[in-house]
């Protein structure tokens, strides 16, 4: 994978927000069950939203820099085979490069430009 490449996180506005105050986050129920948390590329993050984000709006985009994940970061395969980055710790507001809002439009969510 290239260096310094962006990995994204989707989360629900109230799980971004214990994030912020806590500092940390185990990741979404979804995280929680598998027992690591789900990452997209820029490729992969719009399937993402639609697949299991689909209907909801009020969403946070938190982009992370997969170098700075270390050892715990994972290319594995997933959906369609593609390698998806997967991270076993917990993710920390020091490791978040930027975060904006994911709003629902007319044809689907509306990503920051440049990102998709």
């Known amino acids: 994978m290239t260096?310094?490449?962006l990995i994204f996180k989707i989360l629900r506005r109230s799980e971004w927000d214990a994030f912020r105050q806590?500092?940390?986050t185990p990741g979404a129920p979804v995280d929680l069950a598998d027992g690591y948390i789900?990452?997209?590329?820029?490729?992969q993050v719009a399937e993402t939203a639609?697949?299991?984000?689909?209907?909801?709006?009020?969403?946070?985009?938190?982009a992370v820099e997969?170098?700075?994940l270390g050892a715990a970061l994972k290319w594995e395969a997933s959906r369609g085979n593609a390698l998806f980055p997967h991270l076993y710790r917990?993710?920390?507001?020091?490791?978040?490069?930027?975060d904006k809002s994911?709003?629902?439009g007319a044809s689907g969510h509306i990503f920051p430009?440049?990102?998709v």
């Open 3 to 5: 260096a310094g490449m």
């Open 22 to 24: 806590a500092g940390e």
């Open 38 to 43: 789900h990452f997209s590329t820029a490729e």
């Open 50 to 62: 639609a697949k299991h984000f689909g209907a909801e709006s009020d969403l946070v985009l938190v």
């Open 66 to 68: 997969a170098d700075g």
């Open 90 to 98: 917990p993710l920390r507001m020091a490791d978040v490069v930027w």
């Open 102 to 104: 994911l709003p629902l």
């Open 113 to 115: 430009e440049g990102v």
